[in-house]
């Protein structure tokens, strides 16, 4: 149940090491956040300093959920190590329009769990049983992608453009 649980509910960290100066890689990084914003950008981030050497991104979907969404957050930290070279930490955290889901699928499955035995129908069961396996699992499974697909994004737009100017 936790390899379940743990791509919906923990946040997902990563750390980035560049050997430049960390106003060069704020500068660079805010290059590519200026070129961002828009569905027909090449670069399709939503992504903004959210003070100092803090940032935020998240990925545009060009779904039509009506106002819900189901991106990931990537938050980042741009430090600078003891020799003077740049580190990001990066964390992610999924969507709380999934984690709504999950849960509000579990819940679905109790009710379901007990009218069936209040109605002792066998069909009851059945429609717990889909809302308790597959509403979770669906739904654990999308954030993953999610957060992979904001994590390409970070690694595509901000790492390559780092690591080619650390050479």
Known sequence: MNGLLKPLFSIKRNTYHYDIPIDIARSEIEGVFDESGSVFSSVDIYARFTGGYNFQMTSISSAATHGTNYRSILYG???????????????????????IIFCTSLGLALICFVASIIQLSLEAVWYGLGFGIAGPLVTTKLAAISDAGITERYEMFIDQKLQKLAR
């Open 77 to 99: 930290q741009i430090e600078k190590d003891s020799e003077g070279k740049t580190v990001i930490s990066t964390n992610i955290e999924s969507a709380l329009s999934f984690k």
